[in-house]
């Protein structure tokens, strides 16, 4: 592009149209993930298909290897997307984004900092980093509200008192063991060091029944079975249809038509609105490298 090097803000911006197609399609899918529960197969297939003809438009002008890059990336997102959806952690929406994600970057900008992986791998571990942060945050936001969730977790821990004070003692062995093991004798300053561990273990063992609670108890509805949605997850037995809760997988159009046939409500499990996850791991990515550096030791 000879004559558009004196517009040096004009060939940024065309270099990195597919990141800026990335970051607003991936903000708008998370926007409307948080006010409807859903994505919009337009976002992703949009992205997606803008994403191949950029990188066509690229291999055909200059021969750049982009293209295959895109497709290997996009594809390799997509699979282990689908894998997360039909075990019942994502919505299809999410798979379909991050897919398109990958066509649309490949490969980090040159703007970028380093990361410890290949630019697709590093966004890929700080997608389920930051996934995971984020639904500790989000099942916290939605619950602690909800007073049916607080009572049920507090009738939890109530009656899972001997098992609270089992995981008590077994964690304090084990910290002080490993403390042991690893220092080689004690001292007050190692069992200090390892009684101030406790603590934070047993903190974690009751978030964890916790978030159990808000996943049985607070991210279910009773709705008409003519508002069933494909992707919607069961939160009841159909024992006449011989279709059970413990399904994974998001429901199908023919089985939401069954279902209608026997059910007038139902009740489904919505889960977490992982829609924003999505760019703010792009955007980590880019200007922070992998959230796993965090944990490393300088």
């Known amino acids: 592009m000879p004559r558009l090097k004196a517009f040096p803000v004009l060939v940024l911006v065309l270099e990195n149209l597919p990141l800026y197609v990335a970051l607003v399609g991936s903000a708008t899918a998370g926007y409307i993930?948080?006010?409807?529960?859903?994505?919009?197969?337009?976002?992703?297939?949009?992205?997606?298909?803008?994403?191949?003809?950029?990188?066509?438009?690229?291999?055909?002008?200059?021969?750049?290897?982009?293209?295959?890059?895109?497709?290997?990336?996009?594809?390799?997102?997509?699979?282990?997307?689908?894998?997360?959806y039909y075990t019942g952690q994502w919505g299809g929406g999410d798979a379909k984004l991050m897919a398109a994600i990958g066509v649309l970057v490949p490969q980090a900008p040159a703007f970028a900092v380093a990361t410890l992986f290949p630019f697709a791998m590093s966004m890929l571990l700080n997608v389920f980093m930051l996934g995971a942060v984020y639904i500790v945050a989000y099942s916290l936001t939605v619950s602690l509200p909800n007073r049916t969730v607080t009572r049920a977790f507090l009738v939890d821990v109530k009656g899972g008192m001997k098992e609270i004070g089992i995981f008590a003692v077994a964690l304090t062995i084990a910290v002080v063991a490993a403390v042991r093991f690893a220092t080689g004798g004690f001292s007050q300053a190692s069992l200090t060091f390892a009684f101030s561990l406790v603590p934070g273990g047993l903190g974690l063992f009751?978030?964890?029944?916790?978030?159990?609670?808000?996943?049985?108890?607070?991210?279910?509805?009773?709705?008409?079975?003519?508002?069933?949605?494909?992707?919607?997850?069961?939160?009841?037995?159909?024992?006449?249809?011989?279709?059970y809760k413990k399904l994974l997988r998001g429901l199908e159009e023919n089985e939401i038509?069954?279902?209608?046939?026997?059910?007038?409500?139902?009740?489904?499990?919505?889960?977490?609105r992982f829609?924003?996850?999505?760019?703010?791991?792009l955007l980590y990515t880019i200007f922070y490298g992998d959230v796993m550096a965090l944990f490393s030791v300088v």
Do not use: C, H, N
């Open 33 to 84: 993930d948080l006010r409807t529960t859903e994505i919009p197969d337009e976002i992703p297939l949009s992205m997606a298909v803008f994403g191949l003809f950029w990188a066509a438009l690229a291999y055909v002008t200059s021969g750049s290897a982009i293209l295959v890059q895109s497709a290997i990336v996009g594809g390799l997102f997509f699979a282990l997307g689908y894998v997360m």
């Open 206 to 243: 009751l978030l964890w029944k916790f978030l159990r609670v808000v996943e049985r108890v607070g991210f279910q509805k009773r709705i008409k079975t003519q508002a069933l949605r494909v992707g919607d997850m069961l939160g009841e037995d159909v024992r006449e249809l011989k279709m």
């Open 257 to 272: 038509r069954k279902i209608r046939r026997v059910r007038r409500m139902i009740l489904i499990r919505e889960g977490v």
């Open 275 to 281: 829609g924003p996850v999505f760019m703010l791991a």
